[in-house]
């Protein structure tokens, strides 16, 4: 930007100071490259470099033995081609779609909410505010494990309360039964999911004019009709916002998964993610992994496309 | 949001032409300052490893809990002193092994000693990364046929356990005696004895079904002793073996959570009381021995038909190996160390503070005789079959598969042949 806004006054100079100008200009224009240096090797050593390598490794029969001998011989589309055909393949893809659907449907609703309740000033209401973030400050390994615990079959302290308030007879297999599992890890997911989208929203809410509500309820715009035509159209930029960055953060949820269930039972919570990390880490074909790896970008690259569309339309507005 | 945003960026240009008045060259050096330290961090890269003295060698293993921790230590620091070398060790969690010998085989810093899990020494050993050991001249007879098989690669033998394990039934004395019932010898027996021992508070019998290795392990000596074969998994005889513990399932007389538990899980469910019986392994010993008012006893895990079948167990336990670090004086001297590490003083001390078995049936004997309580264990190690042996580094493809197939079937997803029939499909 200030490589543009310079020139402007050098044009309308006198001839002779120009080769002074314009050694000036390039030093500029140096230190302009210096100062980008950083960054740009930044973004290449630690984002272009793993996405290059993990695009190329998709095309190769990268192995155990490759790490030893340095021999990575050229898959072309074996691995997408072996990945695809898998019977697991279409299992995780659905999977990863009703885990992201439901993850954020029921985050966005459930912190939409709490943003709105939070709206009001209340006693205790910055004490209660900061406990929504509680979610967010405990380390997800954790979460993961005290959920487990919490939904344990026979000694889970849901089901004791299920069962000691009579709503059900047994414990009710939560983490153990096929229909269930992925329900209860998409429950943990949107419990974790929950604070950056209330935080968010409430941001956004912030930035609504009082003016706007006090000139609608004189024309008799209050409660849900100031919802619909009043905080909806003006939370609409950060709405986007939330859901496409809430889209790419749940399709590449593993621990939650892993920490609660490991895919199991039988598959029901296996998605792309936590099987491109078992072709990886635990069966060592790393070219397979990264093949899904790769699907699951695409994906990812998709929404971030939109997301970067409706960015630049909320700014044009 | 959006709006504020585009007007604090469009500020930053309003300060803009200030600075272009002034010289410009304290700039470029503030620049050239700021790429100093990437400079140097990407020079640092190169000098990765750190110049050992040529009498230490290093280490790499799992044991990172009491009592392995210490005994295996002390083992290691008695063989290295009698060679005359010191020890550089590390442990790491057994999740994270092979990454980290990965990591450090593709940047050439191996260690010199390495012990592995025994079902991946084929693999690692398939990539040219480990020594054989009868270029180094360490002694490797003697030892129970499924060590040797789980050792040895493309006919040469790579690696060696000095103490090994394997599975067996658990159950609480007091419970059986109350129940009045006997330790299981049939899989009818067993079914029985789950079922009159299931108690509102107290499933039958627990064991670990889990969706990794470890469900797989415990599979193996049901499907085993029936007649499975891990070249072909969808069989009568391994789909009868799938039954048995789907069954125990099925009727709640084994918590459906065998779906979600390690084999720690299933040590503590049983300590709590919570199962009667487990399927587990002797490393819990010492934890057991350690729990007050806790009466246990061993047998080995029942087989259908006794009078036909042998109970065949899986051989657990780690193997030791020696790198291919290219340092063949440091590889001399690994090779020295490991001989007196698997000798046999060594070798008793270890299994009998470690709660294994020795690798070598000559020293059975002694070994019962310091620890007579382990005998169960003992006399499976005799016939105990290496996961490796019939696959070799194939062998991952297949413990996936059957895993796949147990979470099928003890999740009532399908029944035990078409999980089987579905898994095969993995393979």
């Known amino acids: 930007m200030t490589t543009t806004t310079a020139p402007a006054p050098a044009r309308t100079a006198a001839p002779p100071v120009a080769p002074r100008r314009r050694a000036r200009k390039r030093t500029h224009r140096l230190v302009t490259t210096l100062f980008l240096g950083p960054a740009v090797l930044y973004l290449v050593l630690f984002y272009g470099y793993p996405v290059v390598q993990n695009v190329v490794m998709g095309f190769q029969h990268y192995t155990i033995s490759t790490f030893f001998t340095g021999d990575a011989p050229w898959a072309g589309l074996d691995n997408y081609r072996e990945v695809v055909t898998s019977p697991l393949f279409r299992t995780a893809l659905v999977n990863t779609l009703l885990f992201t659907v439901g993850s954020i449907a029921g985050q966005f609703v459930l912190g939409l909410g709490l943003a709105l309740f939070f709206r009001r000033r209340f006693p205790l209401s910055g004490l209660l505010r900061s406990l929504v973030l509680l979610p967010w400050l405990i380390p997800l390994i954790v979460a993961s494990a005290v959920w487990k615990w919490l939904l344990d079959t026979d000694s889970g302290a849901l089901n004791r309360l299920l069962v000691s308030t009579g709503l059900t007879d047994t414990g009710v297999p939560w983490l153990t039964s096929t229909s269930l599992a992925l329900v209860a890890v998409i429950a943990v997911n949107v419990w974790i999911g929950i604070p950056f989208n209330a935080v968010i929203l409430h941001g956004g809410l912030q930035g609504i004019p009082d003016e706007l509500y006090e000139a609608g309820a004189l024309d008799g715009a209050t409660r849900w009709r100031a919802f619909r035509h009043i905080t909806w159209p003006m939370l609409r930029p950060v709405v986007s916002v939330v859901l496409v960055l809430g889209v790419v953060y749940t399709l590449k949820v593993l621990d939650i998964i892993l920490g609660l269930t490991g895919g199991g039972p039988a ?29 699951l970008i695409v994906i990812s690259l998709v929404f971030a496309a939109v997301y970067l569309r409706l960015n630049r339309r909320a700014v044009d507005e | ?247 125990l399932v099925g009727q709640g007389h084994a918590s459906t959570s065998v779906l979600n538990w390690s084999q720690a899980d299933v040590k503590d469910q049983f300590v709590a009381g919570r199962a009667a019986m487990m399927v587990n392994g002797p490393w819990q010993i010492p934890e057991l021995s350690a729990v007050d008012g806790l009466e246990y006893d061993v047998v080995t895990l029942p087989t259908r038909d006794p009078s036909t079948q042998e109970a065949v167990a899986p051989l657990g336990g780690e193997v030791w190996t020696v790198p291919a670090t290219g340092d063949h004086a440091k590889e001399k001297l690994a090779a020295q160390v490991l001989t007196e590490f698997l000798a046999d003083d060594s070798l008793l001390s270890m299994a009998e503070q470690r709660s294994t078995v020795p690798g070598r049936p000559a020293l059975t004997e002694a070994f019962l005789g310091r620890r007579p309580e382990m005998a169960a264990f003992a006399d499976l190690i005799q016939g105990a079959r290496a996961r490796t042996a019939e696959l070799g580094p194939e062998w991952p493809t297949t413990a996936t598969a059957l895993y796949t197939a147990v979470q099928l079937a003890l999740s009532g997803q399908a029944g035990a042949a078409d999980a089987l029939a579905e898994a095969q499909e993995y393979v």
């Open chain 2, 1 to 247: 949001m959006q709006h504020r945003c585009a007007s604090t960026t469009g500020g930053i240009p309003a300060g803009g032409p200030a600075w272009h008045d002034r010289p410009v060259s304290r700039r470029a050096v503030t620049a050239a300052g700021l790429l100093a330290p990437l400079a140097a961090l990407l020079a640092g890269c190169g000098a990765e490893r750190s110049a050992t003295s040529p009498r230490t060698l290093r280490v790499l293993d799992t044991y990172t809990n009491d009592p392995d921790r210490t005994v295996v230590g002390a083992a290691l620091d008695a063989a290295a002193a009698k060679v005359g070398v010191t020890l550089e060790r590390v442990s790491v969690g057994g999740d994270s092994l092979i990454q980290r010998v990965l990591q450090q085989g593709s940047s050439g810093t191996l260690p010199d000693i390495l012990m592995l899990d025994n079902p991946d020494l084929q693999q690692i050993a398939s990539t040219t990364a480990l020594r054989p050991f009868d270029a180094l001249g360490i002694p490797t007879d003697g030892y129970t046929d499924g060590i040797t098989a789980a050792g040895t690669y493309d006919g040469r033998v790579y690696g060696l356990a000095p103490t090994v394990n394997t599975i067996a039934l658990f159950y609480d004395v007091p419970a059986l005696e109350e129940a009045g019932v006997e330790p299981p010898t049939t899989w009818d027996e067993l079914r029985d004895a789950a079922a009159a021992l299931t108690r509102p508070d107290r499933y039958g019998i627990a064991f670990c079904g889990a969706a990794t290795y470890e469900g797989t392990w415990q599979y193996l000596p049901f499907f085993w002793s029936n007649g499975g074969d891990e070249r072909r998994i969808a069989s009568p005889e391994a789909a009868g073996a799938l039954d048995l513990l789907a069954d």
């Open chain 1, 267 to 295: 598959n029901a919570t296996q998605t792309l993610a936590t099987q491109s990390y078992q072709l990886s880490f635990a069966t060592f074909d790393f070219g397979q992994g990264a093949a899904v790896s790769n699907i």
